[in-house]
């Protein structure tokens, strides 16, 4: 969870940076209204889970994450916001212009679901294909990384797959041999 002066920081910084801000929360993403015509925008109302604000206070529920949607800037911005609030927050690329801010991760994450679920890591498996993925991609006993994500990201020496559905269903029929 985010304290409301950290979240009214970031979305100031967003504004100088020229980039969208999106709270996350549990009902769903918050965006300021004067961004209800940005394509990307429409898109995600068209989901039915964004809605719009005017102050920070009409968000009734705690502010989870903050995502950036850049223009054509991410990579620019990206080291400034790592910098910035690294310390307190994971900072990480999650999309081609998005970047989010955020106090937890994907493999903190996933260490709480195998924990409540009483299941050693080594009996998981994560997919994904951007850099906010590689906490969790270690974290699980196998991490599949996508044949299409970042050439940086391939050095990690997870498994590659460009088909999630081939892959988990090799991986329940290995599990029913």
Known sequence: ?????TVERV????????VIGLLSTLDGFYVHHHHAEHPRIVALLERGYTRFYDDISEIPD???????LCSGNRDELL????ERYGDAFHVFATGVQLFDICPTNK??????????LKLD??????????????????????GYLMKHASEHLHSHGFL???????????????LTL
């Open 1 to 5: 969870m985010m304290e409301r002066l």
């Open 11 to 18: 979305l100031a910084d967003f504004t100088s940076w020229d």
């Open 62 to 68: 705690t502010v989870l994450q903050m995502t950036a």
């Open 79 to 82: 080291p400034t916001a790592k």
């Open 107 to 116: 493999g903190a994450s996933l260490e709480e679901i195998c924990s409540f």
């Open 121 to 142: 890591a080594d009996q998981s498996w994560a997919f994904g294909d951007d850099e906010n993925d590689v906490a969790m991609l270690r974290a699980a006993g196998t």
């Open 160 to 174: 590659v797959t460009e088909n999630v559905v081939e892959t988990i269903t090799h991986i329940i029929y290995s």
